[in-house]
């Protein structure tokens, strides 16, 4: 049943701007993560275990705080960019202006509320006082990475991909340099530090690109007229804010749990399990952008069939092709880290994590679905069950250590998977046929068969 629709996709002019913006957005993306992975690896070999754990629940902290600050402006501007920019120019310039000056806002407050809380935060929070200096060079980078996340939305609204590939490249050799440097002089602060530049040289490339790409389709870069812009801030920014942050604070608490129960060398075992993990994610997630950004305009009309299809499974494959091998030769990717981290903990943590990916990129689908129809609120509801989810099932294997708290992960999105199914079919958002592709079913039961048999495996 999807052959026509794959042979509409491909015969159709969207396919030849589809791979165009693939192909920049995979270059980009395979760039940026591959250096920051590398960067990490190398971070987790200099600093070992205990202080790679510290380093973990402070980038943890970072993407939960970070949530707030990006107020899901960086989507907004994919959306709405993407899908206004030659139809009505004078609104894509306002969404962009906004976008730029509310998250440098909301950036600096976060940003402030962080620096003066940080001792609150280290001492009484997580019970690591050692951790206050590394927080405080944290709120710098909170500022950064607000502006970034908007950038990028706005790039790849613009569809300006291969600017976009270039500031990626640059962020992945900032990453790396700075972070591996500054671990190795400067051990955790050092490695903060780091991050601290990345951050705000990043914000600055960035910038010059947005910049020359404004004044290539006529575009104004600053505009403070936002009339237009605010109801789209309560349909559709206020409610991907909540879903972004709507699990952080639970994954935050679990972590800081791990951490006083079993040691920041546990914590640290499952980031560096994570960091294998992250690049599946970042794999499949980098077709979310140009998978929005080409589907905005297929809504409606004949070829709204194929977008249903490409959203749905667009990124699967993609996952697919790293899957399965990771899973095959978990053992191999231990390498990658020093001595202290193979363990068999490692090992069956980063198994449980494929698994916990596979589900991930099959819910991508369907938000992107979601977001697609304005459904967002109803994502946000799912947000709030996983969380809630992760952080019950965690507190039931608290002492499981590792094991339980990659579990927890893994029931969270079976629970979000599970209570979206009724609400997609009862809308007819998708048809059942089509969210339960036969060809889906079966890679996904192959990947689930390699992953069980690894798991009871001797390492």
Known sequence: MIGPYVRRLRSSQV????????????VGEAMMRGLSMLGLIFVARILGPATFGEFGLIRTTLLMVAGFGG???????????AEHRTSDPEFSSQIIGASYLISLVSGLILGTAVFASSGLISDSLLHAPQLGESLRLASFVLVGTAVSGAQIGIMQGLQAYRNLAIGNLVQGILTFACGVVGAYYGGLTGAM???????????????????????RQNLKLMT?????????????????????????????????????????????????????ANVLIAVAST?????????????????????????????????????????????????SFSAEFRTPEFRSALLLLV??????????????????????????MTNVVEGVVLFVAFALLASHGIVGLCVAYLLSYVARILISIPFLLRTRLIPLWLLFDRYFLLSFAVLFGVVLLQYHSPP
């Open 15 to 26: 396919s030849r701007q589809f791979v165009g913006t693939v192909f920049w957005s995979l």
């Open 71 to 81: 107020l899901g402006l960086g989507l907004m501007a994919n959306r709405f960019v």
């Open 193 to 215: 530090y780091g991050i601290v530049i990345q951050a705000l040289a990043g914000v600055a490339v960035f910038h010059i690109l947005i910049a020359r790409e404004t004044r």
């Open 224 to 276: 403070f007229e936002f009339r237009r812009v605010l109801p789209l801030l309560w349909t559709f920014s206020l409610p991907t804010t909540l879903c972004i942050v709507a699990v952080g604070p639970f994954k935050w608490i679990s972590e800081t749990w791990l951490a006083r129960d079993a040691g920041f060398a546990h914590l640290g075992t499952f980031h560096a399990a994570m960091v294998i």
């Open 287 to 335: 077709l979310n952008a140009p998978l929005i950004t080409v589907t905005a305009g297929l809504q409606k009309g004949p070829q709204s069939a194929t977008a249903q299809f490409v959203n749905l499974f667009g990124s699967w494959y993609a996952f697919l092709l790293l899957a399965i091998p990771v899973a095959l030769f978990p053992d191999l990717l231990a390498l």
């Open 355 to 380: 698994m916990y990916c596979a589900l991930l990129v099959y819910y991508q689908g369907m938000t992107r679905i979601f977001m697609m129809s304005g459904s967002m609120w109803i994502a946000f």
